[in-house]
Structures are given as C-alpha cells and as structure tokens.
C-alpha cells in the first residue's frame, strides 16, 4: 500500500524534555487517519515535524515520498495545513478571503469557487464570515487549506470547540474529502468518538510514542463481543460465569453482561446456565464502540478520555 506520511524512529526534546521517543507512523494514500493521544502526549508535535515546522532530532520523515529535511519545498507543495485555530478576516466573504490564498498560488479566481463547492459553502459565498456559525468557518478554513489541490491535509482537533452540529457537519466533510478532493487526511484527536465516526485508519500515541495503528474495518472486524443476558437470577448467573473463567458482571438493569465473548461462545454460556438451572428470557450479542474498546484495553487505566 502506498503511503503519504511514513516516520521512522523519530525523536523530538525541547529544552531537555523529550517529547516524541522513536516514533514510528506509516499514513495509507487516501485514508482518513486519527491521531489519538492526550493533550501533551506529542500530538500537535508530531504534525509540526511532519509538516516542517520543527525538525525531528532523529529518526526519518517522509511526506508524499519526499525527505522533509532535505526536500521541505517540494513536499510543502502537496500539503494542506490546519494547525492552529483558523484565523479569518470577519468583514470578507468567503471569496473575498479565499482570493487571498489564490492570488498567492497564482491560480484563477474559479479556485475559490471550486473549494467552496467542496465544503459545501457556495450558497453562503454572499454572506460576510462575521455572520457564520463555529461550524461554517471551520469549514472555510479547510477550505483555505484545499486551495491548490493539496495530496495531504494536516489538521489539529478539526472539531475542537464546535458544537454538535458543527462536529457532525466537519465529520462528515473529513469522511467525504478523500474521493471529492482526492487527498489523505491526517488529523489529531483527544477524542476517542473521533475515529469510529471519521477515520479509516488511526494510531494511539502515548507519552511520545506509537502504541498501536491499526485500520478502524480490520479492528473492528476482529473485536470480540459483548454478551448481555436476561435471566431470574443474574446474582447467581455471574457467579456461575466467573466461576467458568469469564469476566461477568451484573449492569445496572439486572442483566449481566460478559465482556469480550465470540458469537460461538454464547451458545456455550448458554447452555451452561440453563444446564444450571438459569432461566434464561434474553441474549444480545453486540460489538463494544471503539471508545469502550479503548478504555478497556488500549489504554488500560482509561486516561485518555
């Protein structure tokens, strides 16, 4: 599979502290990518490096096939960035704003119509910014970062501070971008609703380093289940359970739950408490949420809500 962003072993210190450890990262072309980690845990780091603003102390870094150290110019070329808050002029309109990043690029004015199609804002191009929700000018500002047909967008927390329609509105844009623009998406998040929503694929970084990436469909796909069973008597069903080896609790709603159960060993818990007696009135087997999943496991201790 190609990549567009593949780092090797870096690493990054400022004033003595080190902030990314032999961090390892390969991004697919054309993949929305999560970049899961708490706030200072390197996330906005990470994006810095990778888009030039910081140089790695060690370790290597490639973006859309280039060196960033040694070709930083060609490998910009193909970048579209969106790190800090977006910093937009309240008495333009949206053309008037946009004008700014094609006159820069030397690209005709139809650039500016072309990326405000694209984020959905060309029946809003009359109005001035100043009149736009939070959600509208985040919009623009990726926007701004899509003129000139970037491979590669680099973007902050997109949704930090929007509402939920605002989050809904960007969510969905990110989903939408790889086939409408033809790019790879690359963002960070603390927000661990962010990838089972958005992204196709996502790493999880922790104190500087890779813990684990994975694509969201193959985790997914491989997630043992949860087991929630309604029974006479779920005191004595859990008792049963643990007692068979299998982490068994009971809920809030008198059913019990058991964590972590393919759908070939239900029929097996199954009969084990009707063989002990156990009514047994409901059995749902469902997939835990990515957000459940990684507070159980990938986390462990569940701090990086």
Request: hydrophobic letters at 45%; charged letters at 25%; glycine letters at 8%.
């Amino acid at each position: 599979m190609s990549v567009a962003i593949e780092l090797r072993a870096v690493d990054k210190s400022f004033g003595g502290h080190a902030v990314l450890r032999q961090l390892d990262l390969q991004v697919p072309e054309r993949s929305v990518f999560a970049f899961l980690g708490n706030n200072g845990h390197g996330k906005s780091t990470t994006i810095r490096v990778i888009a030039g603003l910081a140089a790695a102390d060690a370790g290597s870094v490639q973006v859309l096939g280039r060196d960033i150290r040694r070709e930083r110019r060609q490998a910009l070329a193909g970048m579209g960035c969106l790190i800090e808050a977006p910093s937009l002029y309240p008495n333009l309109t949206a053309p008037e704003f946009l004008s700014i990043a094609t006159r820069l690029k030397r690209l005709p004015g139809t650039e500016a119509s072309r990326v405000l199609e694209l984020v959905g804002l060309r029946c809003d191009r009359r109005r001035r910014i100043e009149h736009y929700s939070l959600g509208m000018k985040q919009r623009l500002a990726l926007a701004f970062a899509l003129v000139g047909r970037p491979r590669l967008l680099l973007l902050d927390e997109p949704t930090n501070g929007l509402d939920p329609d605002g989050m809904q509105d960007v969510r969905q844009l990110l989903c939408a971008l790889p086939e409408r623009a033809d790019c790879t998406i690359f963002f960070a998040s603390h927000l661990l609703d962010e990838v089972e929503k958005t992204a196709t694929h996502f790493a999880v970084l922790r104190d500087g380093s890779t813990r684990l990436q994975a694509s969201v469909r193959e985790l997914m796909q491989a997630l043992p289940s949860v087991l929630s069973l309604d029974v006479d008597a779920p005191d004595r069903a859990a008792s049963l359970l643990q007692a068979s080896g299998h982490a068994a609790e009971v809920d809030g709603a008198g059913r019990v739950t058991i964590a972590l159960v393919t759908r070939e060993a239900a029929g097996r818990l199954h009969q084990l408490l009707v063989d002990a007696g156990v009514t047994l009135f409901e059995s749902v087997h469902r997939k835990p949420s990515l957000e459940q999943w990684f507070l159980r496991t990938a986390f462990g201790d569940g701090d990086a809500r």
